[in-house]
């Protein structure tokens, strides 16, 4: 009897998730349908955010904050795919047994600072030195987009190093064997074994980097305008949504959950390409 | 020492008591005024020990907040036109006046040197003057070293009524120039920063940067604010004295619920760029609304002082009776 | 000797990888530290916001993380439970598995919009518990990965010897499968509780914030993280000085309890 119960409760537990993501869809939709039916698939290419005198109406377009989020992310990945693949060869392939295990500490605790933390630490310290070195006002593009490199970076590297360590060792002590050197053994042998958990490891800090709301919200500049300059300022859809929903109402906050909705569907495609394509069903 | 003991448990009895019948007011609205509430609301919890909870995220979102009636109060710098008013069930009513500065962030210039005619002030904020050393600028400031740098404009990133009051004032100089809560800025290098505090942080940052920010701001932080021309023609600097001059031509009355814009009034020696902040109230919300007006009656009789030592302009006698009749009218006394 | 050159070259550039990697780490927690300590006094943990202190927030963050995990760690265990013990590992876990996967990573800003349109938006205001119901859906997905693997980690035969006892199945389950994963669940709870407690973005439109001390769930609720967001924008040096001394407070938390996890396993083993 007690069993029939606990089954079923963890049965119910366990389609939760499924539930919740249906809910935040649906939600996001209906709460969608007043810009959807404005706007249409155009929101996605519109570049103005004008709130109309008495805030009921406006024109709103989703275009610069898309171009914001795809931008950032974009530098982002560019630092950090090196920066990670890098950390996770010299965890599997360089570091002494000694330093393995404390080097993979300092980086997982790495991931676990706050991102308010990277954040704020941004903007006092590593803005003016990019403005110092780059040009620019400190906040912007590049800005944004540095720090949150280094916020995936320990995220993606984890990821990678699991990955790698997957890797039989016997196919690796077979290659060194034959006169490979360390680079060609993770160029033949570990990247093509360890492949789909790699590029799943980017597909995913790529859903991060899109995704991430308070490190970019100090440092990308807030401003609702298509960057001629990387250093520029400029904003993204986490961004938006972090400074300006909740004062938003009638259409504009309508235009608001058009943008989640956009985001939530984004990175939902992204974490399940990851998912099913590159790391296969994994029952482990 | 017995004496001691017996004062604490008596202190710790009193502030237990009122904790449990403290009752809490939340406000939502207007960062503009931010600085004062945030005096008044820690003295009058230190006084009464009720809890006023003010949180500073813009008029546009104290709007929404009090027609969704998620709040009890909420501060907002635009005032509602009565139509909306109605509309949407609410009182409203100012509690003081602020002014608005152009505070700047230029190497070598001083607070209160840079003068800045009218022309170059919609000329920086509508994009036609995009350097420090442009013409319009520099034909009043023949003594500064103006550096040929491009101009960063600190705006809001959040529907603010400190951007409606300053829109109104460039809307008089030059008439392309919206007025709103959130314009779309024409010029060049703009930087966008959250309340009246994330734009102060940006010119405190940003080398060459000017922005429009609440006199107490720019008081607290020592930001260097220009002098600035006003209808007669006349260049001013910012100080209390030019913003009491300027309050005097605020036109209040009970009748439209004190709807008043004082941006760019007359008078020589007047402070062009000031503005009332006001509080909305929803009508059906009796008890509460009681509350609020306790605070504010408080706020009325005690903090003139703190207001002034912050740069805001307290509200004359006359117009704090009149808002005390309105009250008393309104039922929510 | 190109192809040694590139070796070389390539295990340069790893290990200065490694080596930029913990410089950042190093930086990030001296500038915090150094900033942190210098702006913090006693006073900063005794009194309230209103009067310049982090007592409330505390408090209240606390609060708000430990009633989501009272929220998602049995629910979490439950799912990694049915997933792991009853479900067959047939198509359907495989679904499962992936969507709370999904879940795992959905911005956490959407998650706070969507709560706000659920729980704030109806009921007429900011309140501790939409915030709450934000922070367990966050964790619930990393709760029951956990599981899931942790029960994965315990041998078979473990099961078999209690089904060889007579007992009936959730009892094995209850008594000797989750007691065998204990420690590792643990530590995943104590990691989440470590992730969920310096998240900002679900709370923003959630439970807001309050400058007052108050355990009242149905009323706008102070935050810490929401807090720093706040203070760190403020120009004036004491509210940024507030900041900084609350970030390191939180950093010091999060990474100690990050330890705890890391070492009670550890000494398990």
Known sequence: MGGKLFRNFSFLSATLSFFILIGIFAVLFTYAQEALHEFGIDFLYSDSWEVDEDDEGGLFGGWIPIVGTLLSTLIAMAIAIPLAMGIAIFLTEIAHETLVKPVSIAIELLAAIPSIIYGMWGLFYFAPIVQSTVGGDGVGLLTAGIVLAIMIIPFMA????????????????????????????????VMPYAKGGIIGSIILALGRALGETMAVAFLIGSVMKIPDRITDPTTSIPVLLANNFAEAQDLEISAMYYLALILFVVSFALISLAKFYFFGRKSV | MVMKKMFTAALIASVTAVTVYAEELKGRGASFPAPLYKVWTSEYYKATGVKVNYTPTGSGDGVKSITKRMVDFAGSDTPLKQKELKKEKLH?????????????????????????????????????????????????????????????????????????????????????????????????????????????????????????IEYSYKMTLGLSAAQVENKEGQFITPTLESFQDAAKYATWTPDND????????????????????????????????????????????????????????????ETKDQIRAYWEAKGIR | ???????????????????????????????????????????????????????????????????????????????????????????????????????????????????FALLV???????????IVALAIM???????????????????????????????????????????KVG?????????????????????????????????????????????????????????????????L???????????????????
């Open chain 3, 251 to 269: 950093t010091m938390v999060v990474l100690l309890i990050n330890l705890m996890g890391r070492f009670i396993t550890r000494s398990k083993k």
């Open chain 2, 258 to 317: 004190f709807y008043a814009v004082i941006g760019d009034p007359a008078g020589v020696t007047s402070y062009p760029i000031v503005a009332a902040t006001f509080l909305l109230l929803p009508e059906e919300k009796q008890a509460t609304n009681k509350n609020v007006t306790k605070f504010m009656e408080w706020a009325f009789t005690q903090g003139d002082a703190p207001a002034v030592e912050l740069g805001y302009v307290p509200l004359p006698k």
């Open chain 1, 158 to 189: 984890a990821i990678t190093r699991d990955a790698m360590n997957t890797v039989p060792p016997v196919l690796k002590e077979s290659a060194y064997a034959m006169g490979a050197t360390t680079y060609e053994v993770v160029k033949d042998v």
């Open chain 3, 1 to 115: 000797m190109n192809r040694l050159l590139l070796n070389k070259a390539i295990l340069m550039f790893s290990t200065l990888s490694a080596v930029i990697g913990l410089g950042f780490l190093l930086w990030i927690l001296v500038t915090l530290s150094y900033k942190g300590i210098m702006s913090l006094h006693w006073s900063t943990f005794t009194h309230d916001l209103v009067e310049g202190g982090i007592r409330n927030l505390l408090v209240g963050q606390f609060t708000m993380a430990l009633m989501a995990s009272a929220i998602a760690v049995p629910i979490g265990m439950l799912a990694g439970i049915y997933l792991r013990e009853y479900s067959n590992n047939g198509r359907l876990a495989a679904v499962m598995r992936n969507l709370s996967d999904v879940m795992m990573s959905a911005p956490s800003i959407v998650i706070g919009v969507f709560v």
């Open chain 2, 92 to 212: 409203m009513f100012p509690t003081v006046v602020g002014s608005v500065v152009l505070a700047y962030n230029l190497d070598g210039i001083k607070d209160g040197e840079l003068k800045l005619s009218r022309k170059a002030i919609a000329g920086i904020f509508n994009g036609t003057i995009t350097h420090w050393d442009d013409q319009a600028i520099a034909e009043h400031n023949a003594e500064l070293q103006l550096p040929h740098e491009p101009i960063t404009v600190a705006v809001r990133a959040d529907k603010s009524g400190t951007t409606f009051n300053f829109t109104y004032f460039l809307n008089q100089i030059d008439e392309k120039i919206k007025v709103s809560k959130k314009p779309t800025w024409k010029a060049n290098k703009v930087i966008a920063g959250k309340s009246n505090s994330g734009v102060s942080a940006n010119i405190q940052q940003i080398k060459n940067s000017i922005g429009y």
């Open chain 3, 185 to 249: 669940i643990t530590t995943g709870v104590l990691l989440s509780f470590a992730r969920i407690i310096g998240e900002t973005a679900p709370l923003l439109f959630t439970s807001a914030n309050n400058q007052f001390f108050t355990m009242d769930l149905t009323e706008q609720f102070p935050s810490l993280t929401v807090s720093i967001y706040n203070l760190a924008t403020y120009p004036d040096e004491a509210s940024r000085e507030l900041a900084w001394a609350a970030s390191f407070v």
């Open chain 3, 139 to 181: 964790m619930i997905p990393i709760i029951i990965s956990t599981t899931d693997n942790m029960l994965s980690l315990v041998p078979q035969e473990l099961r078999e010897a209690g089904m060889a006892l007579g007992g009936s199945k959730h009892k094995i389950i209850l008594q000797v499968v989750v007691k065998a994963a």
């Open chain 3, 121 to 131: 938006d109806p009921f007429g205001g900011y309140n501790g518990w939409a915030g």
